[in-house]
């Protein structure tokens, strides 16, 4: 197993870091603290900008065409810019009380794939949902709990819903968005965590965040076999995602949420951003097309 070790991007203290994305058009890194209310775009020379949008934001994706980003928000979606801030409203997916939206990717024809949870999480309380353009959101799969880590390969989709500590594979219809369930691809241990976040690289395998792992791991979905590591010094590593000039870089968010004191003592850089240069290129972020 190939080991490679993160190192930091930015030293924040994000209660839930998610959503990490790479932003072609601006040459940035872009991810969100869900619980902070906040999106942190980063250019490569390393100016930050920060935007308070009073609201969970949970997901970030490029939108084909605008100079701008589609977010996840508390009960749906809308276009965000840095100049514009929160702009119009795309669709509202939920609007139970306790009940958020998650994490969220575009699939290859642009459509947003994106799930929902409760607060805290309740096994079976979630959704996937599907928005097409401008269309009225489609429930995908009903009583998911943790909905996460959406990536697409050809005519599968690989999927995770962090409580099952599996990675499901789909048949997947790009003309279409159908889905039908095909099998289990990987059982994660448990003293490996939970699978978070995903991201996939030019070789088709599956780059996992592991919530309570401490690190980014490398999978091949075909065999399940453990290919490799980012070791990130913070156990709750929340998103991935491949960027950078050349694609060959990782960045890497992790959480505060959940720890005690004694592991805030341990790991004072929960909450950061973190960054890694792979051997391996990663395949660009599908864009949102409205």
């Not at 969100?32 to 999106?39: A, E, R, S």
């Not at 279409?176 to 939970?194: Q, S, Y």
Request: hydrophobic share 40%.
């Amino acid at each position: 197993m190939k080991t490679f070790q993160a190192s930091i991007l930015s030293a924040l203290t994000c209660e839930l870091g998610e959503g990490a994305c790479w932003w072609p058009e601006r040459n940035s890194w872009c991810w969100v603290d869900i619980l902070g209310f906040t999106i942190y775009i980063q250019d490569v020379n390393g100016y930050q900008q920060q935007f308070y949008v009073g609201d969970y934001v949970t997901t970030l994706v490029p939108v084909a065409g605008r100079n701008e980003l589609v977010v996840g928000l508390k009960d749906g979606i809308a276009f965000f810019s840095p100049e514009q801030g929160l702009g119009k409203r795309i669709a509202v997916l939920e609007e139970r009380s306790q009940v958020r939206c998650n994490d969220g990717k575009c699939d290859p024809a642009g459509r947003l794939w994106i799930g929902t949870m409760q607060m805290p999480a309740e096994e079976g309380t979630g959704n996937l949902y599907c928005i097409s353009g401008s269309a009225a959101p489609v429930l995908k799969l009903g009583g998911v709990t943790i909905s996460n880590g959406l990536v697409w390969q050809g005519n599968k989709m690989y999927y995770n819903d962090t409580h099952t500590r599996t990675v499901q594979e789909f048949s997947y219809d790009v003309s279409t968005g159908a889905i039908a369930f095909t099998r289990v691809a990987l059982h994660i241990p448990p003293e490996m965590g939970w699978p978070d976040g995903m991201a996939t690289d030019s070789e088709g395998m599956l780059w996992i965040a592991h919530w309570g792992g401490y690190g980014v791991y490398c999978w091949n979905p075909e065999t399940g076999e453990l290919l490799g590591k980012v070791g990130v010094p913070a156990p709750n590593v929340s998103s991935c995602a491949f960027g950078g000039p050349n694609m060959n870089e990782l960045l890497i968010t992790t959480a505060r949420e959940h720890m005690t004191a004694g592991q805030m003592a341990e790991f004072p850089l929960s909450g950061s951003v973190f960054h890694v240069r792979l051997p391996v290129k990663g395949l660009p972020a599908n864009y949102f097309r409205y």
